[in-house]
Structures are given as C-alpha cells and as structure tokens.
C-alpha cells in the first residue's frame, strides 16, 4: 500500500501578517481576566456584590469610570470585566459578572489593628469609599475577611462567631486556617477570618480571591431555594388538576367532553411552560454556582480540625438540601410537561377519531340524500317528459284542427284523432331524448 508523502505547508510571504478570528482576542484575555493578586499579611478586605441588571450595569460602570477620575486614576476600558485602582495606600477591585457586580477594598495596613481582636473596628466604618458610589442594585453579599498572622493559638473565636455554626478547617496544606461562621454581624457582613501560618504573597492572595468567591457564588447559589419555593404550590396544583383531568379522560365521551378536557390540559401546560420559561435561568445558575463552590472548596484543599466541621462539611450539610430541592422541582415540572403533552396528544387522537365518525356519518348522510335526490331527479324527468309531451301533442292536434278544413280543400284526407294518436310515440320519444341530452351536458360540465 503506497501512503502519499505529505506536502509542507507554504510559508506566509514575507512581511505579510496572518489575520486573527475575530474572536481570539476575548477568548485569550479570558484567561486573564480576573487574576490572582497578591496580598501580605496583615490585611482586611471587605467584599460587597450587587445584583444588576443590564441598565444598573452600565450606570455602575459609569458611575465607576467617575469615581476613578475623581481621584485622578484610569478608569476601566468599555470591555473591561474588572479593574483595578489605588486609593490613599488601599485598593479597590471591581469586577464585572454575568448577573452581578462586585467592589473589593484592600485596607491599607495601618487601619489593621495589630494585638486587639480582629474585625475591629467595624466594617461599615470603613467602607466610606464605598459609600461614595451610588447602589447599583440590591445587595447580596457582604464578606468582611481579615487576614492575620497565626501568633495565637488562643483567638477567642468563640467571641468572634457564633459557635452553633462556626465552621474551620486547614487548608493550602496547613499553610493557613479558614473559619466562619456564615452569618452576617451588626454591621450585615459575614466575617471570615484567614490566619497565615507561612504562605506567600501569592499564595494569600489565591486563597483569599477563592474564599470570597466561596461565599459569593454559595450565596448566588442559595437564590434558586425561594424560586423552587415559590413554584412548589403551582407545581403541585398542576400535577393535582392533571391527575384529575386524565381521570375524566377515562369517563368523559363525546367531542364536545374531550374538546373541554383538551382545553384544560392547554390552559395548565400554557401556565407550566411559562413558570418554567421563567425559573429556566435561576435553575441554570444555582447549578453553575453550585458547581463553582464545589470546585472552589477542592481547589484549597480543606483538612478538618477535630471539633468543627469544615466548610465543605457545613455547606453540604446546608446546602445540598436546597440544592435538591431546586432540582426536583425542574424535575418536576419537566415530567409534567412530557406528561401534559403525551395527554394531550391522547385527548387530540380521541378528538380526531371522533371527528372522522362524524365526516364518515355526514358522508353516508349526504350519500342517502344524494341517492334521493337522484331518485327525486328521475322521477321529475318523467313527469316533465309526460307534461312536455302533453303540451306538445296539444299543440300538434290544436295545430292539425286548423288545418284540416284546407288540407280538406286541398284533396288530402286524414283523420285529426287516428295523427294525434301516431305522433303521440314521436313526440314522447323527442322530447325524452332532448332532456336525457340536456341533463347529460350538465354532468359533463361538472
């Protein structure tokens, strides 16, 4: 078997430049656009997300884009997803999602106090940059995180958290140590406290972006409960009326019955579609945020510490049932969808039947009508040929009558009684044939 010798690919001429897809630059910047950025020990970062729609975007970013020049900083480009700045020694963050908006502010190290507890003092006393940009939607999430350096074993942490929840584990393979409580303080933020016992920079500033987007997506996560929540009565009143349609499905006959059922099925699948249609997006995101989080809490690598469970323990615990909860009622109503469907294909198969008995009935019908019609038809003919006979020969014998006197006259005998009788045959036959051709042309017409 002879295998052909590939050929070598021209090289481009010289000077001439390959043209890019039109898509290869966003598709490359998208590995990068949302890096890890280092962060030293101490530091305290609070975290806001805000949910937006598209409008409340855009004015966000404007409203971003005004602040930056205010303190005379660039402001982010039209493509931008997230943009970076300083502030007086801190830093804020913001970053561009597909359904939210999200600030972080680094505090500079002097507004960490050093040998006191740690979220002191209050986050929303520091969060005055912040405050100085307009709302750009309803808020979600806010993380108050403070990173120390792991010098006391003996934080009070039960002064810091509520202990019925709190929540630590090691991770970055005991280079650090998580904890939480997931519950937001006086001030609405849910405190997260990060002790380094050795990372880098890099390292801290990798394990901090992954525990604010645990707690971001987690809380994204959790906005499918109140929709599957919401939609459990409808869900269930629907399965309750096609249970009981379906049920009359099996007495009701007749087409205007089935024409009614039909009907109720398409007014509870029209209701059905358009819930789904709405929560079709919530559910698609519970499921990628859900997988986000998960992704996240491998990604750091928790190790338990005896006596608390770890955060992948705590959210599963917590979160799973939500997350089954907004599963089965997709599930749900995608069963009740085949279901309404394959019901309402079985009441339109009884209809269509029915409707064929009746066009068959109408037919014989209208053949039994047909046949007397035509029997109607034939009888008329003969009676119209009898009565044109009648008038013609009337007319013949009238016209014979007046002639005879001059036939008389003329030598030509004949009896008026004896022609009348002889013509009354011709004519008969005359006539009949005449109207058997006239009604043949009409069937040729049709």
């Known amino acids: ?79 931008a997803k997230q943009h970076r700045v300083s502030f007086g020694g801190a ?33 929303a006393s520091l969060a005055d940059v912040l405050a100085q940009l307009p709302q750009p939607g309803p808020l979600l999430v806010a993380v108050d995180l403070h990173l120390v350096t792991d010098t006391a074993d003996a934080l009070p942490l039960d002064r810091l958290f509520d202990r019925t929840s709190l929540a630590r584990s090691d991770v970055e393979d005991g280079f650090a140590e998580i904890a939480t409580d997931f519950q937001p303080d006086p001030s609405g933020f849910v405190r997260i406290l990060v002790r380094d016992r050795g990372m880098t920079s890099d390292a801290a500033g990798a394990l901090v972006q992954r ?60 209701e059905l579609e358009a819930e789904a249609a709405a929560s079709l997006f919530r559910f698609g995101a519970t499921r990628a945020y ?69 066009n068959r009935d109408l037919l014989s019908s209208m053949n039994k009508r047909a046949r007397m019609q035509l029997r109607l038809q034939q009888t008329v003919e003969g009676l119209s040929v009898a009565a044109i006979s009648y008038y013609v020969i009337s007319l013949l014998h009238y016209a014979l009558e007046g002639l005879h006197e001059r036939a008389e006259a003329a030598g030509v005998h004949y009896d008026v009684g004896i022609t009348t009788a002889v013509a009354v045959p011709i004519v008969m036959l005359m006539v009949w044939a005449v109207v058997r051709r006239i009604r043949k042309g009409h069937f040729d017409e049709v």
Not at 18 to 43: I, W
Not at 240 to 259: P, Y
């Open 211 to 270: 525990v604010l987007e645990i707690e971001t997506y987690r809380t994204l996560g959790l906005l499918g409960l109140p929709e599957a929540q919401r939609l459990a009565p409808s869900v269930a009143h629907i399965e309750h009326e096609l249970s009981a349609v379906t049920e009359q499905m099996r007495q009701s006959e007749g087409l205007a019955a089935n024409n009614k059922l039909l009907q109720a099925l398409t007014s509870l699948a029209a």
């Open 290 to 358: 859900e997988e986000i989080v998960t992704s996240r809490l491998a990604t750091i690598g928790e190790r338990p510490i005896s006596g608390y469970p770890t955060w992948q323990q705590f959210l599963s615990r917590r979160m799973q049932p939500a997350m089954r909860t907004c599963q089965a009622i997709e599930q749900r109503q995608g069963n009740l969808s085949v279901k309404l469907i394959s019901a309402a294909n079985l009441l339109r198969t009884r209809v269509d039947v029915e409707l064929e008995q009746q």
């Open 91 to 123: 830093t804020l963050r913001w970053e561009r999602h597909a359904e939210f908006t999200t600030y972080t502010w680094e505090l500079p190290a002097e507004d960490i106090v050093e040998g006191g507890l740690p979220f002191q003092p209050s986050a």
């Open 1 to 79: 078997m002879n295998v052909p010798t590939p050929t070598k690919t021209e090289p481009a001429a010289a000077g001439r430049a390959f043209y890019d897809h039109p898509l290869r630059a966003p598709v490359l910047a998208e590995l990068h656009a949302r890096p890890f950025v280092p962060v030293s020990t101490p530091a305290r970062i609070l975290h806001v997300a805000f949910l937006v729609d598209r409008a409340q975007a855009i004015a966000d970013r404007a409203a971003f884009a005004a602040l930056c020049m205010a303190r005379g900083q660039p402001e982010p480009s039209r493509e």
